[in-house]
């Protein structure tokens, strides 16, 4: 049989250009896993099953429900284990802000019966925290936000001095998204357990990076996402410490032991426990890789002109660098990446967008128009060498070229 195929000039080009976007995406730069991370290999092929044939409704009596059930408890024993929590403290939820929200709205519960009406927490929160703790202060609690410094760590003396008898819940970050500097939690959690506050800490950026065990760190609450650790998005974790009765966030259904109703979505759940597993298994590996990689940017980059690091080097997961550049705007250093291929970004995922500087890097003391040129370049276990080479060959003629253009530029030079 003979096929008469008319292909016009016009097809031709259509799929010429989807053969360069299909080898653009290949040839992407990917150094924003702080946003959100690729799904990664093991983390799909464990999820496989649950999105074809194992489809049952965890709550269904018959076996294909039992099957779902079952993989659902085997998930959350497998992350019990791998944070050093007991299963019944795990609660499945759809990822970090959620977890954020459940975790500070339980506690504010907890507090009202105990006639506490007083939060610490660090100005340099992630929004999931800070959002809420506002909301708060309008129902009549008050916060106190610890100040970060240059290093951008939060100080132990700042929260003793800042602990007062109607104080009942310490909410810090374990590591800070948007310049991966660490926090004392250990330390933190340890004065709260002493002085018979809560503590709750936001270790969406530490796992993988940092060991993370909520019994070391006398945790009460713990929050974990899946798509940081290249599981997927819409689904998280909130450890609550069993001697804690927490109120239900989602009422509905008797799922989570009645306190997040709702289907379980067991495909997500599964390849969140791989993800964690996955994680916290390859730690050093990944530590290993990634701190050679992390100090060559830092050495290439400091050998820039007027360029600063925000956050010191030494408290830092091994994945994360930011940088200021002087005279240069984030937006356009970004817009200018991405046209090499160069996935970055300035501020988080969500304060992007927004015009105002991040509330991270002013937290530091940073003047707005250096806060204004900051790179956040956040690594994964897939990042390459050959990756950071290229990154590094580009951005010094992008923040050159940006400089010729800057007026801002032109007075810092002048005036120095
Ligand atoms: C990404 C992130 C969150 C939000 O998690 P989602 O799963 O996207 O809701 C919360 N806290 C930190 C520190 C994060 O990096």
């Not at 760590?153 to 700042?158: F, M, W």
């Not at 909520?214 to 009460?220: E, F, P, R, S, T």
């Not at 495909?267 to 060559?296: F, N, S, Y």
């Not at 820039?304 to 937006?331: I, Q, T």
Request: include cysteine; hydrophobic fraction near 40%.
């Amino acid at each position: 049989m003979v096929y008469n195929i008319k292909v016009d000039y016009f097809s031709i080009n259509i799929i010429k250009k989807a053969v360069i976007i299909l080898k653009d995406i290949n040839n992407i730069i990917y150094l924003d896993n702080a946003a959100t991370t690729k799904l990664s290999p093991a983390v799909r092929e464990a999820m496989e099953p649950y999105l074809d044939e194992l489809y049952g409704n965890a709550s269904s009596l018959y076996s294909l429900g039992r099957k779902s059930a079952a993989a659902l408890e085997n998930s959350r024993a497998r992350i019990a284990e791998a944070i050093g929590a007991d299963p019944r403290e795990v609660y499945f939820t759809s990822g970090g802000s959620e977890s954020d929200n459940w975790a500070i709205k339980g506690a504010k519960h907890l507090m009202e019966k105990q006639g506490k009406r007083h939060i610490i927490s660090s100005v340099f929160e992630h929004h999931a925290v800070l959002n809420v703790l506002e909301s708060l202060e309008k129902s009549g609690f008050e916060i106190t936000y610890l100040p970060v410094y240059k290093n951008g760590v939060v100080e132990i003396s700042d929260l003793e001095k800042a602990i007062r008898p109607d104080t009942g819940l310490v909410t810090i970050m374990y590591v800070n998204n948007e310049i991966g500097t660490i926090q004392p939690v250990t330390e933190i959690g340890g004065i709260c357990r002493s002085r018979g506050i809560l503590f709750h800490t936001d270790a969406v950026q530490a796992i993988g990076s940092v060991p993370v065990d909520v019994k070391a760190i006398n945790a009460d609450f713990l929050t974990l996402s899946g798509h940081k650790i290249h599981a997927m998005k819409g689904v998280g974790i909130l450890y609550v410490n069993k001697r804690i009765r927490i109120s239900p966030f989602i009422e509905g259904g008797a799922q989570e032991s009645g306190l997040r109703a709702g289907t379980e979505n067991i495909a997500g759940i599964v390849g969140l426990a791989e993800g964690v597993c996955r994680a916290v298994g390859g730690m050093e590996e990944k530590h290993a890789r990634l701190m050679p990689l992390r100090d060559k940017i830092y050495r290439e980059i400091m050998k820039m002109e007027r360029v600063h690091l925000n956050g010191e080097l030494e408290r830092r997961v091994p994945c994360c660098l930011n940088f200021s550049f002087e005279g240069v705007e984030g937006e356009a250093l970004l817009l200018q990446l991405d046209l090499a291929g160069i996935c970055c970004s300035s501020g988080s995922a969500c304060t992007s967008g927004s015009l105002d500087p991040s509330h991270v890097l002013l937290s530091l003391g940073l003047p707005h128009e250096i806060a204004h040129g900051s790179l956040r370049i956040s690594m994964s276990e897939y990042t390459t060498e050959a990756e950071i080479d290229r990154f590094l060959e580009v951005l010094p003629g992008v923040v050159d070229k940006l400089r010729k253009m800057s007026p801002l530029w032109e007075n810092i030079i002048k005036n120095s």
